[in-house]
């Protein structure tokens, strides 16, 4: 389990720069601290080996490659993962299904409520 000064961190993977750059506005917002982004497969995965963070949100599609490795290693890890995405929670693996969702496009309000629930 990560220690309480982790909590607040959040591993960011997003391919899309605009999109990544509005998620780490929100991260500021909800009184979180960044770890990345990372916008492609291989850095994503390292950083979800070897980074100390509470939270992931990851993006489900990397230019074509689905994240599901990187949320594998992340929950192996016992850190929740919340999948963003503009397939919606029906676009998920099922054994993935037990993850919050963010449908794209989202707002504040949706991404702290995410990170709320999955902090406690």
Do not use: W
């Amino acid at each position: 389990m990560p220690n309480r000064e982790h909590k607040h961190r959040i591993l960011v993977v997003e391919d899309e720069a605009i999109i990544s750059m509005l998620i780490e506005d929100m991260v500021s917002d909800c009184g979180g601290e960044i770890v990345g982004p990372a916008a492609k497969f291989d850095d994503a995965l390292a950083l979800a080996r070897e980074a100390e963070f509470g939270v992931a949100v990851l993006d489900l599609n990397l230019r074509g490659t689905l994240s599901y490795p990187i949320a594998e290693v992340i929950r192996g890890r016992g850190i929740p993962v919340i999948f963003a995405t503009g397939y919606g929670a029906d676009g998920l693996l099922d054994k993935f299904k037990d993850c919050p969702t963010l449908q794209k496009p989202f707002s504040q309000k949706d991404f702290a409520q995410a990170i709320d629930a999955v902090r406690h």
